[in-house]
């Protein structure tokens, strides 16, 4: 389900639900990820919030003293 918005965001997101890019039209906030700068990073998505995960993870880890 997209939205009509007459004023689209420009950026490229990544629909969780469905694995596909989506630009200009886009569907409900929550199965999103991005905004993206372009469709290629866009299709990385789910890699980017991967190695952001195991960064942060490290960080507390490191914060935490173990």
């Known amino acids: 389900m997209s939205t009509d918005d007459p004023d689209p965001d420009k950026g490229w997101y990544f629909n969780t639900r469905t694995g ?9 906030s929550i199965d999103l990820l991005g905004p993206y700068p ?6 990385r998505a789910l890699e980017i919030a991967r190695k952001r995960t195991e960064e942060a993870d490290r960080a507390d880890r490191e914060w935490d003293g173990d």
């Open 20 to 28: 596909q890019v989506e630009h200009l039209k886009r569907s409900r």
């Open 38 to 43: 372009d469709e290629a990073t866009a299709r």
